[in-house]
C-alpha cells in the first residue's frame, strides 16, 4: 500500500474518539529499554513478553520515559511532551498526545489505568 493509500485508509481526528483527557496511564508490559543521541530523541523498546522490538521517535519515547517512572495522568504527560518541544505554539499537543496514546495503546506498550 502506498503512503498516500495508507493515509487516506486512515480515519480523520474528527472521526476517532478522543482519549480521556483526565486518564491515569501506564506502561502494560515489562519493557527493555535503550535510547541514544542526547537523552530520549530515539529510543528502543523491547517487549519482554512478546519479544517485539519498537523503534520509537522522541514524543513516543519521552511518553515511555515517563511512564517507566511510574503512573502518569494525561496532563502530566502532556507538560512532558510540552517540554521537549522546540516551538510548542506552533503544533496541537493535544492532538499530538493523543495519536501517540494511540500507537502506543495499539502496540500494547500503555493502557489506561483502571481507576
Known amino acids: 500500500m502506498s503512503s498516500l493509500a495508507a493515509a ?3 480515519p480523520s481526528k474528527e472521526s ?3 482519549l480521556v483527557q483526565n486518564a491515569q496511564w501506564q506502561l502494560s ?3 527493555l529499554l535503550r535510547d541514544w543521541a542526547d537523552g530520549v530523541t530515539y529510543m528502543l523498546a523491547y517487549n519482554v513478553e512478546s519479544g517485539q522490538t519498537h523503534f520509537l ?3 513516543g519515547a519521552v511518553l515511555v520515559e515517563q511512564l517507566s517512572a511510574g503512573v502518569q495522568s494525561t496532563s502530566e504527560l502532556l507538560g512532558a511532551v ?3 518541544c522546540e516551538d ?4 496541537d499537543l493535544d492532538i499530538l498526545l493523543d495519536e501517540a496514546l494511540r500507537q502506543l495503546t495499539s502496540l500494547g ?3 489506561t489505568r483502571p481507576l
Open 29 to 31: 508490559v515489562p519493557l
Open 109 to 111: 506498550l500503555v493502557r
Open 88 to 91: 510548542p505554539d506552533s503544533i
Open 8 to 10: 487516506e485508509a486512515r
Open 57 to 59: 521517535t522522541t514524543v
Open 82 to 84: 510540552q517540554a521537549v
Open 16 to 18: 476517532q474518539a478522543p
